[in-house]
């Protein structure tokens, strides 16, 4: 089912479109350089002979995890002596780049430099730190994207019905092809693979859930992400980590881990339940959601459920306080009662001529003048001036925190 032409590949329409570099160095059969950095399953190599194919090159594959330093040589002396002879050029792709130490990439130098060869070179890792910086910057990156279920789909569907594929020979079910499609997690070799697998179990030509879920040994996960699992699932998770049950919290985060829901949507509901229900209660509760919304950021499933897992476990353990909560909310509902006021005339920004005049800033305490880095002042509008938002817990470290409250208010206060 390897794509033959730019227009059969699925995907990555950002590269292929028309115009675009990629498009351009094919259709006009020029020597390139290019370096394809993506996630597996997402179309480097297949990339790599279609590119051959479509400029009627010669093709070299290499591995990088066999391949030494004389296999390189060897293969750019031989495309060099077929450039001279007969003037067709050498596609060479090298998968796994990456592995190839620093002396293997000086080797490909010569072969790049000389348009003796046309260098595919296709890689996992990010290639400003896999690679050397001579054939970096001799080569055209092109970053490929994970693809997007309909991408997927598009790919089943062409393998189901394909005289390349199976022929129409079986059918799917609807419920059979989301699992597969979940299971499959943006890698359409993964999808082909899993497809090609219940295949084989199809019984009376029909793919079912049950044969999908023997063929590739996962459970189906009942879980809609447009629907009401979704945020009932969600909204489970959180009542059990708001509820300081560990394991509860644990298992509905794997549940949606295994269903494929997105890790950034999972991260951003972790980072407002440690604001909304621990607070100040343990104010480094948010420091490790946002630390772990900024790792998903970075690596995605399947490894971006410990990351989450560890956010889960910190959150469910902390003390709870919705303080945080309660306190904002009774600032913003006096807010919209027009209980806003004007800003006390001492409080009002100084920084500009005829401030003075107006009586803006000259009566203005300031702190730090004061041993105790704090002085007797109003600083609310009259309106709301004896207002008392924060009312702090007494769980964790707001203990503490209720006790600094309460002195700090007596001395702004004058109490």
């Known amino acids: 089912m390897r794509p033959r032409t730019l227009d059969e590949i699925v995907g990555q329409q950002h590269l292929l479109g028309p115009g675009t570099p990629l498009r351009r160095l094919v259709e006009q059969d020029q020597p390139m350089a290019l370096v394809l950095w993506g996630p597996p399953g997402t179309g480097k190599t297949t990339l790599a002979y279609v590119v051959s194919r479509a400029t009627q090159r010669r093709f070299v594959e290499l591995s990088a995890v066999t391949a030494g330093v004389k296999d390189v040589r060897a293969v750019i002396d031989t495309a060099r002596r077929e450039l001279v ?10 998968d796994e780049v990456h592995r190839f130490s620093k002396t293997q990439q000086d080797a490909l130098l010569p072969g790049v430099e000389n348009r003796w060869v046309s260098l595919v070179a296709a890689t996992t890792e990010n290639p400003y730190f896999a690679l050397i910086s001579p054939l970096l910057s001799r080569s055209l990156l ?16 062409r393998a189901l019905t394909s005289e390349r594929g199976l022929d129409g020979v079986v059918t799917i079910d609807d419920d059979a092809h989301d699992h597969l499609l979940r299971l499959a997690g943006g890698d359409a070799r993964r999808a082909l693979t899993y497809l090609e697998a219940a295949a084989g179990g199809a019984v009376d030509g029909v793919i079912t859930l049950d044969v999908a879920e023997k063929a590739v040994d996962r459970a189906a996960v009942r879980y809609d992400r447009d629907g009401d699992q979704h945020y009932d699932v969600t909204s489970a998770m959180i009542k059990s980590i708001r509820g300081s049950d560990v394991d509860a919290g644990l298992h509905y985060l794997a549940r949606m881990a295994e269903a494929g829901e997105d890790p950034k949507f999972l991260a951003r509901r972790l980072v407002i339940l440690a604001s909304e229900d621990i607070g100040m209660a343990d104010p480094t509760a948010l420091q490790t959601a ?24 910190a959150l469910a353990l902390a003390p709870k306080s919705n303080s ?21 005339p001492h409080l009002r920004d100084s920084h500009y001529a005829g401030s003075k005049k107006l009586g803006h800033g000259t009566s203005y305490a300031y702190a730090h003048d004061d041993p105790r880095g704090v002085v007797e002042q109003q600083y609310a509008p009259d309106a709301v001036k004896d207002k008392q ?27």
Do not use: C, N
């Open 85 to 94: 002879r007969t003037g067709t050029g050498t596609v060479l792709f090298v």
């Open 290 to 313: 946002v630390a772990g919304a900024q790792a998903v950021q970075l690596i995605g499933w399947p490894e971006a459920q410990i990351t989450l897992a560890q956010v889960v476990i």
């Open 324 to 344: 945080v909560v309660r306190a904002i909310g009774s600032a913003v509902a006096d807010v919209r009662a027009g209980l806003a006021g004007a800003v006390p």
């Open 389 to 415: 938002y924060y009312q702090p817990g007494t769980r964790g470290a707001e203990r503490d925190y209720a006790d600094r409250y309460a002195r700090l208010r007596k001395i702004v206060r004058g109490e």
């Open 142 to 157: 092109l970053t490929l994207e994970p693809l997007d279920d309909d991408a997927i789909r598009e790919v089943m569907r």
